[in-house]
C-alpha cells in the first residue's frame, strides 16, 4: 500500500507569492495533520482535519489555512509568502482522530 | 502546553557501540513517537510508545508515562543508524517535536 504522498516535492516561490501544497493520506485513513519544519528545528504543528473538518490549529498567522476534501486528501495554502516561510512542510495521517501518525516525505519550500 | 525535551543533543558514537536517548514530557499525554529523521527528510516511525515497552531489532524503547520520559535504546549502532532522532508528544493527533538527537556514527 502506498504510504502518505505529498506533491509537489521542492519548489520555489518569490516573496508575496501563493503556494499550495497537496497531500494524500494512507487509504482508510482519515484523519491529515500539517506541520513545518524550519531548518535545524524540530517540526511544528499547523493543522489537524479529521473528517473534513479542523480539529486543531497551531501558532500560525492566518496566511495559512488548509482544507480536507471528501476523498480525505488536503491542501494546505499560505498567501503573501515570506522569506521565514521557507521550510520543510510535512503532511501525516491517521486512522482516526487518535493514534500513530505516520508521514510523508515532504515539500520543501524555498521563498526567495 | 505540553514541552518536550530530548537529550542529549548531539551524540558521536563508533560502529558497534550502544546508546540511550532520552525524551522528558511536561504533561500527561496520549500519544508518544520516536522517529528517525533520514537525510532527505523524511520522518520514518520508529515507536508508537504511550506507554510500556517495544522492540524492534536492535531498537527498543521504554515510556514510564507517570514520570513523563520515555528512553529510546539503539544496540550495536550501524553508520546507517546516522540522523536525527526526534521524540514527540502530545494529545490526540497534534504532536509537539523536541529538538532532536544529532546521531553520528563513524566505521
Known amino acids: 500500500d502506498a504510504g502518505v504522498t505529498q506533491s509537489p516535492t521542492h519548489l520555489i516561490k518569490t516573496r508575496g507569492q501563493h503556494v499550495t501544497l497537496r497531500c494524500s493520506p494512507i487509504s482508510g485513513h482519515k484523519s491529515v495533520s500539517w506541520y513545518q519544519q524550519v531548518l535545524g528545528q524540530g517540526p511544528q504543528f499547523i493543522f489537524q482535519y479529521y473528517e473534513k473538518e479542523e480539529r486543531g490549529r497551531g501558532n500560525f498567522p492566518d496566511r495559512f489555512s488548509a482544507r480536507q476534501f471528501p476523498n480525505y486528501s488536503s491542501e494546505l495554502n499560505v498567501n503573501a509568502l515570506l522569506l521565514g516561510d521557507s521550510a520543510l512542510y510535512l503532511c501525516?495521517?491517521?486512522?482516526?482522530?487518535?493514534?500513530?501518525?505516520?508521514f510523508g516525505e515532504g515539500s520543501r519550500l524555498t521563498v526567495l | 502546553g505540553i514541552q518536550v525535551e530530548q537529550s542529549p543533543p548531539d551524540l558521536i558514537l563508533q560502529e558497534g557501540a550502544n546508546s540511550t536517548l532520552r525524551c522528558n514530557f511536561s504533561?500527561?499525554?496520549?500519544?508518544l513517537q520516536w522517529f528517525h529523521q533520514n537525510p532527505w527528510g523524511q520522518l520514518i516511525n520508529l515507536f508508537y510508545i504511550p506507554s510500556g515497552t517495544k522492540q524492534n531489532g536492535r531498537l527498543s524503547a521504554t515510556t514510564v508515562a507517570t514520570e513523563r520520559y520515555s528512553l529510546l535504546y539503539i544496540s550495536s549502532s550501524q553508520t546507517t543508524d546516522s540522523g536525527v532522532y526526534f521524540c514527540?508528544?502530545?494529545?490526540?493527533?497534534?504532536?509537539?517535536f523536541g529538538a532532536g538527537t544529532r546521531l553520528a556514527v563513524h566505521p
Open positions: 501525516a495521517s491517521s486512522l482516526g482522530n487518535t493514534g500513530e501518525l505516520f
Open positions: 504533561d500527561s499525554v496520549n500519544n
Open positions: 514527540a508528544s502530545g494529545g490526540y493527533n497534534k504532536l509537539i
